[in-house]
């Protein structure tokens, strides 16, 4: 049991929560996550980055979307409320040390995994530029939070409702191209992004981490689910990541694999929206 | 064996019962061979291999009675050979004969402290009734007295009865035990340390308990009311449990330890590292192991409208391999509704090392069986899903040096088989969380953590048991391994409060 400590919206789909759990709190580092369910009987196991954590208080937060049944369902708890199974810190911890010239890449609700390893990159004595990227100015999170980190901060929209209207892979590749060029690039958002952000870098050879979001069941290495092709070898996210190489991961057998379900998925979702809103209109 | 309906097994055995009660007493060795073996009554297959029932419904009272009356009461008693845990098992069966289960089911938990599920999934024909004096009377296993059932008939009727008494637990001793994982033998280990009157804490990464028994054994093989009947009672005893809580992560090993003041710490975490086998397109949508499967479909509940989690809609599905896993893999398969579920094996039926109850009851259900024949690569389509899979067909070839004749791939023999999803039941490993995350403790080249024969791990302090030292092996093993842990741990404990 985790009860819900601080519930914050950020646009219609992105909310953040703190929650109350001492020993993740205690023991989690950057790059980790946890698995929790709304509910513990029927529900479905669902992994979060950890953003940050307070000891203090012994909170961690999770920044998430709404893009299917389990996270709608949390969308609809409150401060207060006790989430019933929690566990973590899972995944492997990002690798820090002073590398130098990093850039941070963000893309939607990728920031929020980003900030963590931003900041402690930054820790570590680097040069931390951060492109952050969204579909429109009101999906834009921790833009603040970014900007006490950035040595540089860089802003996307696709529709130019903010900052620079590009997609994140443009500034990426411009500071590429700059001397000196970057020691390592981290890049974490949608699969599709992920794929082009390293797609961009490889001419440079500038080594490009990314953080990988498979479909998970257990989250410790007993399930083989969450299983990408990294160059010659079969990786467990759970256990061998998030994190990998870019260059050398299968984004398009990633991502038929997050497909493998979409059409029931869609099917819980509607379910359960309309069941929730029983007695309005509800358009999907 | 073709299925025979229950009504017909039940009435038959009441003619036997009454024929033979009256000389219960006195029975001949040469009468009691004549008496006819029960079978164990079955839901129609047809009917189960649409339901998550349990296949096997136990045996009725005269059933268990006639069977029981069967055994010859050996001087030798051959069959507790053959029980890893040594159970008394003449001295349980007559009591059956007698009619006397209290007595009886007394006698099993001398020795066994999960007799409802041992009853029904241990590999009896492999252990306690392959040494059978019956059954080697006939040169056949499957004419032992069927020891495994009776213990099971025990065990429900103490259960359905409301006769399980919580067991005695001693004054506290102020000393407390960290139980790590609550599979068979982290069970086991938290009633015996809880005995003894230390504080025990069962630490469980999932949000349930239970180890295989609730993920990978189905309900159809294994009902959940029963784990959670045997947790109930860890519960009144007074034992601590901490679901969602991953040893390694949420706290170190080491810190049990020196953070948190636990005087001893078992490992019983298990074997849970899904083998896969290295072909073309496994990582294909539509490719899952059996962990994977039997986990969504069993601990997620993926069988149930009600749950969540997702599990993959099939029509043709081949299952690799030819263990208890592939069996319950193939099982399930057909019940979450495939219409053509094939297991492939490399080697033949005799070679399979399932359960022959399980291939059996699998067939029954009509899950068709490819031996001699093994996956060669698995074939996608344009959307990186499963549409077919090459297959090769092997024979087999001379005894070698273990007696076994070893199967040989017949060059050319490629062919299609279409298929949509593809479940690899090939084995497990032994999970590195603990091992990557305490670099001190011993591990194996397989990865096993490396044990003395009290238990003890490399390092103070720590004992391991069950399928995390032997490899993926049996929920009785585990037991065993549980029991003289916590005895090593009981030990220990008693010598430091001296
Ligand atoms: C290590 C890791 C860290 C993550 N961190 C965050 C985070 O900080 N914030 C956040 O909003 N999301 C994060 N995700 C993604 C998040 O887990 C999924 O969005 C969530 O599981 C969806 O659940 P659902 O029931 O709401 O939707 P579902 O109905 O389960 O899925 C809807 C769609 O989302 C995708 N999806 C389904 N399951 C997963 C899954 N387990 N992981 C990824 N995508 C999935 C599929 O394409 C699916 O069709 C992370 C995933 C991983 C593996
Ligand atoms: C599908 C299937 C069918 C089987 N059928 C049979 C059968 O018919 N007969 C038979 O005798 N045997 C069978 N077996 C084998 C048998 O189930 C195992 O040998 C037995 O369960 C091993 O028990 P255990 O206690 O060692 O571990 P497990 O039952 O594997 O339990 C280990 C537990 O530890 C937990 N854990 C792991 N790591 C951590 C951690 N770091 N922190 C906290 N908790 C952790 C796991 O989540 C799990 O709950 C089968 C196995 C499978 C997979
Ligand atoms: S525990 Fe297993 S081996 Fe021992 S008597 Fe029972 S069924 Fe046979
Ligand atoms: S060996 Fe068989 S017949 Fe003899 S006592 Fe044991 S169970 Fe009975
Ligand atoms: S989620 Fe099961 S192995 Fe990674």
């Known amino acids: 049991m985790s009860r819900i400590l601080y519930k914050q919206q950020f646009s219609d789909d992105v909310f953040l929560m703190r929650l109350h759990a001492p020993?993740?709190?205690?023991?989690?580092?950057?790059?980790?996550?946890?698995?929790?369910q709304t509910d513990d009987d029927y529900g479905e196991r669902i992994p979060l980055?950890?953003?940050?954590?307070?000891?203090?208080?012994?909170?961690?937060?999770?920044?998430?979307?709404?893009?299917?049944?389990?996270?709608?369902?949390?969308?609809?708890?409150?401060?207060?409320?006790?989430?019933p199974a929690l566990v973590g810190p899972l995944g492997t911890p990002t690798h820090i040390e002073q590398f130098g010239r990093v850039v941070c890449v963000g893309g939607g609700i990728g920031v929020a995994p980003l900030h963590p390893i931003a900041q402690a990159l930054k820790a570590a004595g680097n040069h931390v530029s951060i492109i952050i990227g969204a579909r429109n100015k009101d999906l834009l999170i921790l833009e603040n939070e970014m900007k006490s980190i950035a040595d540089e901060l860089i802003i996307c929209t696709d529709n130019g409702s903010y900052g620079r209207k590009d997609l994140v892979t443009a500034p990426l590749k411009e500071l590429c191209e700059q001397h000196p060029k970057p020691d390592m690039v981290i890049a974490i958002g949608p699969p599709v992004m992920m794929k082009f952000c390293s797609e961009t870098t490889r001419p440079y050879h500038v080594f490009t981490q990314v953080s990988l979001n498979t479909i998970m069941v257990d989250g410790t290495g007993m399930c083989g689910g969450c299983r990408v092709n990294v160059g010659k070898e079969v990786k467990f996210v759970c256990v061998d990541g998030p994190e990998f190489d870019g260059h050398l991961v299968d984004f398009d057998n990633m991502i038929n694999r997050l497909n493998a379900y979409k059409d029931i998925e869609r099917h819980h979702y509607k379910c359960f929206v309309k069941n929730a809103f029983k007695d309005e209109e509800v358009v999907l | 064996m073709s299925y025979i309906p229950e009504e017909q097994l039940i009435t038959q055995a009441k003619c036997?019962?009454?024929?033979?009660?009256?000389?219960?007493?006195?029975?001949?060795?040469?009468?009691?061979?004549?008496?006819?073996?029960?079978?164990?009554?079955?839901?129609?297959?047809?009917?189960?291999?649409?339901?998550?029932?349990?296949?096997?419904?136990?045996?009725?009272?005269?059933?268990?009675?006639?069977?029981?009356?069967?055994?010859?009461?050996?001087?030798?008693?051959?069959?507790?050979?053959?029980?890893?845990?040594?159970?008394?098992?003449?001295?349980?069966?007559?009591?059956?004969a007698k009619g006397e289960f209290e007595q009886a089911i007394a006698v099993v938990k001398e020795t066994?402290?999960?007799?409802?599920?041992?009853?029904?999934?241990?590999?009896?024909?492999?252990?306690?009734?392959?040494?059978?004096?019956?059954?080697?009377?006939?040169?056949?296993?499957e004419k032992s007295v069927a020891i495994g059932r009776l213990e099971r008939f025990v065990a429900d009727w103490e259960?359905?009865?409301?006769?399980?008494?919580?067991?005695?637990?001693?004054?506290?001793?102020?000393?407390?035990?960290?139980?790590?994982?609550?599979?068979?033998?982290?069970?086991?280990?938290?009633?015996?340390?809880?005995?003894?009157?230390?504080?025990?804490?069962?630490?469980?990464?999932?949000?349930?308990?239970?180890?295989?028994?609730?993920?990978?054994?189905?309900?159809?093989?294994?009902?959940n009311?029963?784990?959670?009947?045997?947790?109930?009672?860890?519960?009144?005893?007074?034992?601590?449990?901490?679901?969602?809580?991953v040893v390694g992560r949420t706290r170190k090993l080491t810190d049990l330890i020196e953070k948190d003041g636990y005087d001893a710490v078992f490992v019983g975490t298990g074997a849970g590292l899904p083998i896969f086998m290295g072909i073309e397109g496994e990582n294909l949508v539509g490719v899952f192991s059996a962990n994977e499967y039997l986990t969504r479909a069993n601990l997620m509940k993926a069988f149930d409208k009600k749950a969540d989690t997702p599990i993959y809609p099939s029509k043709n599905v081949m299952v690799l391999g030819g263990g208890n896993v592939a069996m319950d893999a193939s099982r399930m398969a057909k019940r979450l509704g495939a219409e053509n579920v094939y297991v492939v094996y490399r080697r033949t039926e005799n070679e399979m090392p399932a359960r022959r109850e399980e291939v059996l009851h699998a067939k029954e259900e009509g899950v068709v069986f490819c031996y001699l024949q093994n996956a060669n690569r698995i074939i996608g389509d344009d959307k990186g899903r499963v549409r077919s899979v090459e297959c090769v067909r092997y024979e087999l070839g001379e005894p070698d040096a273990s007696g076994r004749r070893a199967p040989i791939l017949i060059n050319?023999?490629?062919?299609?088989?279409?298929?949509d999803t593809v479940i690899v039941a090939v084995g497990n490993g032994s999970n590195p969380l603990i091992?990557?995350?305490?670099?001190?403790?011993?591990?194996?080249?397989?990865?096993?953590?490396?044990?003395?024969?009290?238990?003890?791990?490399?390092?103070?302090?720590?004992?391991?048991?069950?399928?995390?030292?032997?490899?993926?092996?049996?929920?009785?093993?585990?037991?065993?391994?549980?029991?003289?842990?916590?005895?090593?741990?009981?030990?220990?404990?008693?010598?430091?409060?001296?």
């Open chain 1, 23 to 36: 020993l993740i709190a205690e023991e989690r580092k950057a790059g980790q996550f946890i698995i929790l």
């Open chain 1, 49 to 83: 980055t950890i953003a940050d954590a307070d000891t203090n208080e012994g909170s961690i937060t999770i920044i998430f979307q709404v893009v299917g049944k389990t996270t709608k369902q949390l969308s609809f708890m409150n401060a207060g409320d006790e989430l």
């Open chain 2, 16 to 96: 036997l019962f009454e024929e033979y009660l009256p000389k219960v007493e006195t029975l001949k060795v040469k009468e009691r061979q004549k008496i006819p073996c029960q079978e164990m009554p079955t839901q129609d297959p047809l009917v189960r291999s649409q339901n998550m029932e349990e296949v096997a419904l136990g045996y009725s009272f005269e059933q268990a009675r006639v069977e029981a009356m069967r055994c010859l009461q050996c001087v030798k008693k051959n069959c507790i050979e053959g029980c890893p845990v040594k159970i008394d098992i003449p001295r349980f069966i007559d009591h059956i």
């Open chain 2, 112 to 141: 066994t402290l999960l007799p409802a599920v041992c009853g029904r999934v241990c590999p009896q024909e492999k252990q306690c009734q392959l040494y059978c004096t019956l059954g080697k009377s006939f040169k056949n296993v």
């Open chain 2, 159 to 223: 259960r359905e009865n409301g006769k399980v008494i919580v067991p005695f637990v001693k004054p506290s001793t102020g000393k407390r035990v960290a139980v790590v994982g609550s599979g068979p033998a982290g069970l086991v280990v938290a009633a015996d340390c809880r005995r003894e009157g230390h504080h025990v804490t069962l630490f469980e990464a999932f949000h349930k308990l239970g180890g295989v028994l609730r993920y990978g054994i189905p309900e159809f093989r294994l009902p």
């Open chain 2, 225 to 245: 009311d029963i784990i959670d009947k045997e947790i109930e009672t860890l519960h009144s005893m007074g034992v601590e449990i901490k679901t969602n809580f």
């Open chain 2, 412 to 419: 050319g023999s490629e062919f299609e088989m279409e298929i």
């Open chain 2, 435 to 498: 091992s990557q995350t305490t670099p001190q403790l011993a591990v194996n080249k397989r990865g096993n953590i490396v044990v003395d024969e009290t238990q003890k791990t490399s390092m103070d302090k720590i004992f391991a048991g069950g399928d995390i030292v032997l490899g993926a092996a049996t929920v009785i093993l585990a037991m065993g391994e549980g029991r003289r842990s916590a005895a090593s741990i009981n030990k220990m404990l008693a010598e430091a409060a001296d």
